[in-house]
C-alpha cells in the first residue's frame, strides 16, 4: 500500500513563528503537493513538485515556501505563521504517470493551529 | 468557471437505496478522473477512478464518465449509514489535480 506520512498530527505554534510541516512518502512517486482545507472552500493547492528541488506554485502560495532535496520528502514551511494560516494541511503524492495510474494519496492531515 | 463542479449537497438517502452523486468539468481538465471520500476530520482515500468513457464498477460503487457532456458520476448502490462522509470529485491533466468542492451524503438509518 502506497503510504503518505506527515510529521504531526496536531500542531499549535503562536504568531510569527517559522512552522516546518514535513511528508514523506514511500512509493517512489515523481509528484507531491501540499493543500490546506478550510470548511466551505474546499481543498486549494498551495506548491506542488514534479521532481526533486523542482516546485511550482499553486493557487494559494502566498506566506509559504517548500524544498524537495529529496525525491521521498516534500517539507511545507510557514516563514512566518499568521492566525489566518490556522488550517487542516494536506500533503500528497502520485505517481507523474501518463493516461491511467495518476491516482493521488494523501497523508493523514496536520492540524495547525496559530495562536 | 472552476475546473471542477459539485453540488454541495447535502444528499440524504435512505438506508439501502442508490446514492447518485454528480460532478461537471471544464475543457482545461480532461485527462483522468477521481472519486476520493472524506469522513469529518479525516484525509481524503481514493474510492474510483475512471480514465474512459463509461461505467467502471467496483463492489457497490460505480463511476461513470460522459466526455461529451463532460460529467462524472459515483453511484452507491445499497447506501449504508457507514457511507456518509464528503465526496470529493477531481480531475487530474499536466502534473496537477483539480478537486469540486465537495457534495454531503447523509445515509439515514
Known amino acids: 500500500d502506497v503510504k503518505v506520512t506527515q510529521s504531526s498530527r496536531y500542531l499549535v505554534k503562536r504568531t510569527g513563528e517559522k512552522v516546518f510541516l514535513e511528508c514523506v512518502q514511500d512509493m517512489d512517486h515523481e509528484n507531491m503537493?501540499?493543500?490546506?482545507?478550510?470548511?466551505?472552500?474546499?481543498?486549494?493547492?498551495?506548491y506542488f513538485s514534479y521532481d526533486v528541488k523542482m516546485k511550482e506554485k499553486g493557487d494559494i502560495?502566498?506566506?509559504?515556501?517548500?524544498?524537495?532535496?529529496?525525491?521521498?520528502?516534500?517539507?511545507?514551511?510557514?516563514?512566518?505563521?499568521?492566525?489566518?494560516?490556522?488550517?487542516?494541511?494536506?500533503?500528497?503524492?502520485?505517481?507523474?504517470?501518463?493516461?491511467?495510474?495518476?491516482?493521488?494519496?494523501?497523508?493523514?492531515g496536520t492540524r495547525l493551529t496559530v495562536v | 468557471?472552476?475546473?471542477?463542479?459539485?453540488?454541495?449537497?447535502?444528499?440524504?438517502?435512505?438506508?439501502?437505496?442508490i446514492a447518485s452523486l454528480n460532478c461537471t468539468y471544464s475543457d482545461?481538465?480532461?485527462?483522468?478522473f477521481f472519486w476520493y471520500r472524506?469522513?469529518?476530520?479525516?484525509?481524503?482515500?481514493?474510492?474510483?477512478?475512471i480514465y474512459s468513457n463509461g461505467d467502471k464498477e467496483d463492489g457497490r460503487f460505480?463511476?461513470?464518465?460522459?466526455?461529451a457532456s463532460q460529467y462524472v458520476s459515483l453511484l452507491i448502490r445499497d447506501s449504508q449509514p457507514s457511507?456518509?462522509?464528503?465526496?470529493?470529485?477531481?480531475?487530474?491533466?499536466f502534473n496537477k489535480f483539480y478537486f469540486g468542492s465537495g457534495t454531503k451524503l447523509n445515509v439515514k438509518p
Do not use: H
Not at chain 1, 503537493?33 to 498551495?46: A, E, H, N, S, T
Not at chain 2, 460505480?62 to 466526455?67: G, V
Not at chain 2, 457511507?83 to 491533466?93: E, F, I, K, P, R
Open chain 2, 1 to 17: 468557471q472552476k475546473e471542477v463542479e459539485q453540488n454541495s449537497g447535502p444528499l440524504s438517502v435512505p438506508e439501502g437505496a
Open chain 2, 62 to 67: 460505480t463511476a461513470q464518465l460522459n466526455k
Open chain 2, 38 to 49: 472524506q469522513y469529518s476530520g479525516k484525509s481524503p482515500e481514493l474510492i474510483m477512478s
Open chain 1, 61 to 108: 502560495p502566498e506566506g509559504y515556501s517548500v524544498s524537495r532535496e529529496k525525491k521521498e520528502r516534500f517539507s511545507l514551511i510557514l516563514e512566518s505563521a499568521s492566525t489566518n494560516q490556522t488550517s487542516m494541511y494536506l500533503c500528497a503524492s502520485s505517481p507523474r504517470g501518463g493516461l491511467v495510474n495518476t491516482e493521488a494519496f494523501f497523508g493523514q
Open chain 1, 33 to 46: 503537493f501540499w493543500y490546506r482545507q478550510d470548511p466551505g472552500l474546499g481543498l486549494r493547492l498551495i
Open chain 2, 83 to 93: 457511507d456518509s462522509a464528503t465526496y470529493l470529485c477531481a480531475a487530474y491533466n
Open chain 2, 28 to 32: 482545461r481538465v480532461s485527462q483522468s
